[in-house]
């Protein structure tokens, strides 16, 4: 992934007419996602993002482009959050524990009252107009992206024997991926962290065991 380019917390910048910012981007990008996180792509209206990160329109152009290239920038930080479990979980050791990881990450994330519930990489514009295609397409590329990387993890856990011979790591990553973005949904309607607790753990019961 590429860097970001906001790095710097407080932007020292000078605006066209010469004057500072007088706000910091790192927070107005972070006030952004949370919008976007709650109310999706196109039900983020500019000045629902104007009046949560603080600045006027004029600002937020300057500073971050139009409202796509700020869906982005908030996209890419909404995956390097801290609380971000999708790739950590690909360090795992065996097969059984990056699904475990995944599902139960999912579960304690999606539900957790500190941010909206659900998952903005799933519901941040699953149905979108002509206008917004690219920001769909945008989210399917990196699903996509995700799929085939935890593909990869279980094809490498089936060499070493980790997963069973018989294994299909396509299937069983279109499982873990299916689930996860189930949760996500039953998140969004109201379902509690236990609930989805058990429904992960219910999933995991499906997936092949540890081997010894």
């Known amino acids: 992934m590429s860097a970001n380019p906001l790095n710097s917390t407080t932007c020292n910048n000078t605006a066209p007419v010469g004057r500072p910012r007088a706000f910091d981007l790192e927070t107005a990008l972070q006030k952004a996602l949370e919008v976007f996180w709650q109310k999706g792509y196109e039900g983020a209206s500019l000045p629902d993002l104007t009046e949560a990160m603080g600045i006027n329109k004029p600002s937020l152009y300057a500073a971050f482009g ?61 149905a979108c107009s002509d206008s917004g295609q690219s920001v769909k397409d945008a989210l399917i590329a990196r699903r996509k992206a995700g799929f085939e990387q935890l593909v990869q993890r279980f094809e490498q856990a089936k060499i070493s024997g980790d997963l069973p011979a018989d294994a299909d790591p396509q299937g069983l990553a279109g499982f873990i991926i299916t689930v996860l973005q189930g949760l996500s949904v039953q998140a969004t309607n109201g379902a509690c962290a236990e609930q989805l607790n058990n429904i992960a753990r219910t999933a995991l019961r499906a997936f092949p065991a540890e081997q010894n």
């Open 66 to 126: 139009n409202k796509e290239q700020l869906f982005l920038k908030a996209i890419e930080r909404y995956e390097n959050r801290p609380s971000a479990f999708f790739y950590p979980s690909m360090q795992e050791p065996t097969a059984y524990r990056v699904a475990e990881r995944i599902l139960l990450g999912a579960a304690a994330e999606h539900s957790n009252p500190l941010h909206p519930p659900g998952c903005l990489m799933v519901q941040g514009a699953l």
